[in-house]
């Protein structure tokens, strides 16, 4: 079984740029969430789809982040535009619905903003 | 939202059994005690999840008193290739089938031969 995939592994771009961010969960996975790890901080909530559904956007910093998940498949993530304090490890995670909702993480984005 | 306190590191030597304790003194009713693995370069891996008592299965055991405030995650015999960041987590767990996960700083732990 194939896990959570992260596309690119690695994006540096320059500050107001604009990037996007994908996330393919494990096939049957209704659930998707996304993460972030800032430079010497802890691992942050972003949001939670329910297939294609928005169930819980509380940790999204601010309205220069736009999730999508399309189909309740693939997510992107697109940061418009980028600043600097933008830069760190994006996660993605995805789980099925049943207990104990193991949510299983893909590699991380690096995502560098000069 | 339960915040955890686990330490900052933890050094251990191959064959031992090590000890990870977490506190989470506002942990509500519906929250379960999670542990997470993290590797260099790789996503958080789960490990094993608890709400009270003791939790076993092939890789480690998670101790949970009864007052719920704090777990102690067991790693028996421990090898090099334990050597990672291991996070203590409050899973709020909702009825829809799935949870929300708050980590903390995570616990470093280093394996030496």
């Known amino acids: 079984e194939a896990g959570v995939t992260q596309f690119p592994s690695h994006s540096v771009i320059e500050k107001g740029q604009t990037v996007t961010l994908r996330c393919d969960p494990i096939?049957?996975?209704?659930?998707l969430y996304w993460y972030r790890r800032v430079m010497g901080k802890e691992i942050k909530f972003l949001l939670h789809?329910?297939?294609?559904?928005?169930?819980?956007e509380s940790g999204m910093p601010n309205n220069r982040f736009l999730a999508e998940r399309t189909g309740g498949t693939y997510s992107t993530l697109k940061v418009q535009p980028a600043e600097l304090e933008d830069s760190g490890v994006y996660f993605c995670?995805?789980?099925?619905?049943?207990?104990?909702?193991?949510?299983?993480f893909g590699p991380g984005t690096r995502l560098t903003v000069t | 939202l339960a915040k955890t306190t686990q330490p900052i590191s933890m050094d251990s030597y191959e064959g031992q059994e090590v000890n990870i304790t977490c506190s989470h003194n506002n942990i509500a009713t519906n929250d379960y005690i999670t542990w997470y693995q993290q590797f260099p370069s790789q996503g958080p891996r789960f490990i094993i999840q608890?709400?009270?008592t003791k939790v076993t299965n092939e890789v480690a055991s998670l101790f949970i008193p009864a007052d719920r405030k704090s777990s102690t995650l067991s790693l028996p015999r421990v090898s090099l290739s334990d050597t990672a960041v291991y996070y203590c987590?409050?899973?709020?767990?909702?009825?829809?089938?799935?949870?929300?996960?708050?980590f903390g700083a995570g616990t470093r732990l280093a394996v030496h031969p």
């Open positions: 987590l409050v899973a709020l767990m909702f009825s829809g089938g799935y949870n929300k996960l708050i």
């Open positions: 096939s049957g996975h209704d659930n």
């Open positions: 608890g709400y009270k």
């Open positions: 789809f329910v297939k294609e559904s928005k169930q819980d």
């Open positions: 995670a995805s789980s099925h619905g049943s207990f104990p909702y193991e949510q299983y």
